[in-house]
């Protein structure tokens, strides 16, 4: 597969391959010949600023198609925790992502709500929405491919192929988000309200590392019981991992492999 090739492919284009014997499905989506960049927010639901940011993220997922395409993403972290509300959704390891993300920055401290465009911070809403077309109308050095089989009912077996041809190496992840979990607060800043989260992240990996040239990678996914399948998303993304810039990212629903 090459990126020649990518390039003619259609936006997260999506082919069913039937197997035989069985209900199973295999899912394909490959990358677009140009950047899809990762949209990181940092939020928390004990933080009375991070309504409206969860609200802009949803916002911009729906904005999503053929002409403008993201991987729009949230994180949520554990600073605030204390503050009189444990947010469940909320993981050092977010934390972590977000003190690398600012350390790259060169930012002297991390906050919420944070919405980062590619590995840069980005304060103003039309500024995001620029980085993304900007990134958009960019030749994409790295291409990806993912084939995911379902093989049990909270199991999934994904192939992830890079094509990298950037001229070093890169760093692949791998997240599972979840859509439309609607959660009443009992506490902190946000309490007695109803917050409603898009593209929360339920799991991120440990980096791959993406060597020059082709490569593919296996990958075993397991769906928490707590988890609705319906609303849930696998999503692939390749950074520099000096700047943490996107290289390439794609995203897909999986409700469709039940």
């Known amino acids: ?38 949209v990181e927010l940092y939020t928390s639901e ?10 802009f993220l949803a916002e911009l997922g729906a904005h999503i198609g053929p002409d403008f395409h993201a991987v729009p993403l949230a994180f949520h972290v554990d600073y605030w925790n204390r ?12 934390t972590d992502r977000q003190r690398w993300i600012a350390h790259v920055n060169r930012q002297s401290s991390i906050y919420t709500p ?46 992830i192929v890079f094509d990298n041809a950037s001229g070093s190496t890169a760093e692949g992840y791998v997240a599972i988000y979840e859509n439309d979990i609607i959660r009443e607060i009992g506490g902190g800043e946000n309490r007695g309200a109803t917050l409603h989260h898009e593209f929360l992240v339920r799991y991120w990996s440990q980096p791959y590392t993406v060597n020059i040239g082709q490569s593919s990678t296996l990958v075993e996914l397991d769906i928490d019981p707590d988890w609705k399948i319906s609303s849930l998303g ?11 810039t996107t290289l390439q990212a794609v995203r897909t629903p999986l409700y469709s492999l039940y």
């Not at 999506?14 to 499905?25: K, L, R």
């Not at 503050?83 to 977010?94: A, C, E, T, V």
């Not at 840069?120 to 995001?128: L, M, S, V």
């Open 83 to 94: 503050l009189g509300w444990p947010d469940p959704f909320s993981r050092k390891q977010y």
């Open 234 to 244: 696998l999503a692939v993304v390749a950074i520099d991992p000096k700047t943490g």
């Open 46 to 55: 004990g933080c009375s600023s991070c309504p409206p940011a969860d609200r």
């Open 114 to 159: 944070e919405l980062v465009v590619s590995g840069r911070e980005t304060r103003n809403g039309a500024q995001i929405y620029d980085r993304i077309r900007k990134h958009n109308a960019t030749t994409a050095k790295v291409g990806i491919q993912l084939q995911v089989e379902r093989n049990a009912l909270r199991r999934f077996h994904t192939e």
């Open 1 to 38: 597969m090459t990126l020649k090739w990518m390039a003619k492919s259609l936006l997260l284009a999506i082919c069913w391959i039937a197997v035989a014997g069985g209900t199973d499905q295999t899912l394909v989506v490959s990358s677009t010949g140009t950047i899809t960049p990762l």
